[in-house]
């Protein structure tokens, strides 16, 4: 009898364990993303031509950027780290990249695609966008709040951030706490820690 209870109790202590651990793990190794805002509308045209919604990142988790083709100091290691990311998650139909361009006067389907070859960008998912200036503006400034700003004064005319966004399966921007439980928002797109924090919350958002 006594070996029977001794046996009923190893076996509720084991199937705790199993299900607790689980929890446990997760806790520590999982904590909550921040949910920022959702991102606006848009309507824009890719380096092939096509026009790009929203709708073409639906159920996927994807990131952002505000770039231009000509810009000498910060877009290289910028778009140079998002081929990381592109690499990272290569054959991922999940994943999607939209690089917004602030000089889309220059900035032509056809630039956008000799842009894209040079940087060997393979992603289906990855779409250079160009459009209307004050669309794309007001997208940047007032839909990511990702300053964006033409800079006569300034190599190569425009100013803007360095920051990439992170876009849940929802459209949501989404992002980690820091040590304070404040939200990070944005991740730096032109730091090696930065890169590898983004990385990991968009498997943990997959």
């Known amino acids: ?7 009923g109790i190893t076996f509720i202590i084991l199937i705790f364990g199993i299900w607790a651990v689980p929890k446990i793990v997760d806790h520590f ?8 805002g959702k991102v606006p509308d848009f309507e824009f045209v890719n ?15 994807y990131v952002a950027e505000f770039f231009f083709t000509t810009c000498p100091s910060i877009c290289p290691i910028m778009n140079r780290n998002m081929v990381r990311i592109q690499n990272e998650f290569y054959g991922n139909p999940k994943v999607g990249i939209a690089s917004f361009s602030i000089d889309p006067d220059y900035d032509t389907p056809d630039i956008l695609k000799e842009y894209a070859e040079s940087y060997k960008i393979t992603n289906p998912n990855w779409h250079l966008l160009t459009g209307n200036k004050d669309e794309i503006f007001e997208l940047a400034n007032k839909g990511f709040n990702l300053y964006v700003g033409e ?12 920051f990439f966004a992170l876009i849940d399966q929802n459209g949501m921007i989404r992002s ?3 040590e304070n439980d404040n939200p990070v928002i944005y991740y730096d797109g032109l730091e090696e820690e930065g890169i590898q924090m983004l990385m990991e919350d968009i498997k943990k958002l997959l």
């Not at 009898?1 to 046996?7: A, C, D, E």
């Not at 800079?151 to 360095?162: K, N, T």
Request: overall charge negative; proline content about 4%; aromatic content about 12%.
């Open 47 to 61: 380096q092939d031509g096509k026009t790009i919604t929203n709708a073409a990142y639906e159920n996927k988790v």
């Open 176 to 178: 980690r706490y820091d």
């Open 29 to 36: 190794s999982a904590p909550e993303m921040a949910t920022i």
């Open 1 to 7: 009898m006594k070996n029977y209870s001794y046996v």
């Open 151 to 162: 800079a006569p004064d300034v190599e190569g005319g425009f100013e803007h951030s360095g």
